[in-house]
């Protein structure tokens, strides 16, 4: 593993925007700090844990619980409903991406769902391009609130074209993980257990379920910041892990193509995954929770931190990701030069 001084000696450079708030990270080069007070400086980050290839080179808890205890990935969980899908395609559960919701569960789609429901295909939920008016942000709370939240999601207002736009929706990724249920005849729970906890060699506790009984799809799921660099390095490696293909690689490579662009923070979006223009694919939670790979370099990242605490693109996220594109890509750059 890498010392704190050679990461250090990296000068962090770039990794906070003024805007923040918070000291820059030329600051810190200029100051000599320590990696444990550079961190201390991002007060919301509880945990960070970079592989480069076969070599775990940094794993550093300066606060929270630590690398063994549970933590909410919050909306990372959408990446992880998204992986699950290639799943159920691969074994012939669900025909195809393109397969139309109607087709695939029609249980679960009211009498009085919206105009175009009926039209809706598995990629336009997983893509968050399903032209239904959001349940997250400032919805979020009506829509849990509700004594249906799928019936919720499909009758809300159509506000753009099916595959036209991305909007950001917890429902719209809890209508593709009840689907998935539907569909396999399994729980989301059981679903994420035995395709990806029991292969991959990790436990994932019950989470919330919706007052109909399925398990919410797109957040509340716990797990270790362990079990994330697992799923960060299955990401990179094709969806391969320890000589097993746990997800088919043409559904990682189809994953991680730009099928829209987020209007928060203008990264790509695949299916389920975030891709940032250096490289990055990324699930992103809540209070700055991330899975995050970068193919070309090897390189396989798990980030927690305060789930109570927001974490927008031009906020901490942001200087997460001048972490993640200055300071990280250079440690891989140097160890694979040493």
């Not at 990270?25 to 550079?38: I, K, N």
């Not at 595959?163 to 593709?176: A, D, E, N, P, Q």
């Not at 994932?204 to 109909?212: A, E, G, K, S, T």
């Amino acid at each position: 593993m890498i010392t704190r001084r050679a990461f250090t000696r990296l000068a962090l450079a770039g990794l906070v925007s003024p805007l923040s708030g918070t000291i820059t990270a030329t600051a810190f080069a200029q100051q000599g700090l320590s990696l444990d007070q550079a961190l201390n400086r991002l007060d919301q980050l509880h945990s960070i844990q970079v592989q480069l290839g076969d070599r775990l080179i940094i794993a550093e808890a300066p606060r929270g619980p630590g690398l063994d205890a549970l933590a909410n990935i919050k909306s990372c969980s959408k990446s992880l409903v998204a992986l699950l899908l290639g799943s159920c395609i691969d074994t012939g559960e669900i025909p195809s991406v393109a397969s139309r919701l109607i087709d695939v569960a029609p249980a679960i789609v009211p009498p009085n769902a919206t105009e175009g429901v009926d039209d809706l295909t598995l990629e336009d939920l997983v893509t968050l391009r399903a032209g239904l008016e959001s349940t997250s942000g400032k919805r979020y709370g009506a829509w849990v609130a509700s004594s249906d939240w799928l019936d919720d999601a499909l009758t809300q207002p159509m506000v753009a074209r099916p595959g036209g736009r991305m909007i950001y929706s917890t429902g719209t990724t809890h209508v593709l993980g009840a689907a998935l249920a539907e569909a396999s005849g399994q729980s989301l729970l059981e679903l994420a257990r035995g395709r990806l906890g029991a292969p991959m060699g990790f436990d994932i506790p019950p989470w919330v379920r919706d007052p109909q009984g399925y398990y919410l799809g797109g957040n509340e799921m716990a797990l270790t910041p362990r079990a994330m660099l697992s799923l960060a390095r299955l990401i990179r490696d094709g969806g391969h892990f320890d000589g097993q293909q746990v997800i088919p690689a043409d559904w990682i490579q189809a994953s991680l193509e730009p099928r829209a662009h987020s209007p928060y923070s203008g990264m790509g979006y695949g299916y389920g995954w975030f891709i940032s223009d250096s490289g990055y694919v990324l699930a992103r939670g809540y209070g700055g929770q991330v899975i995050a790979a970068h193919r070309e370099r090897g390189l396989a990242v798990a980030i927690t931190s305060d789930p109570s605490r927001p974490a927008r693109s031009a906020g901490y996220f942001g200087d997460l990701m001048r972490l993640l594109d200055g300071p990280v890509l250079r440690l891989a750059d140097e160890a694979l030069a040493g």
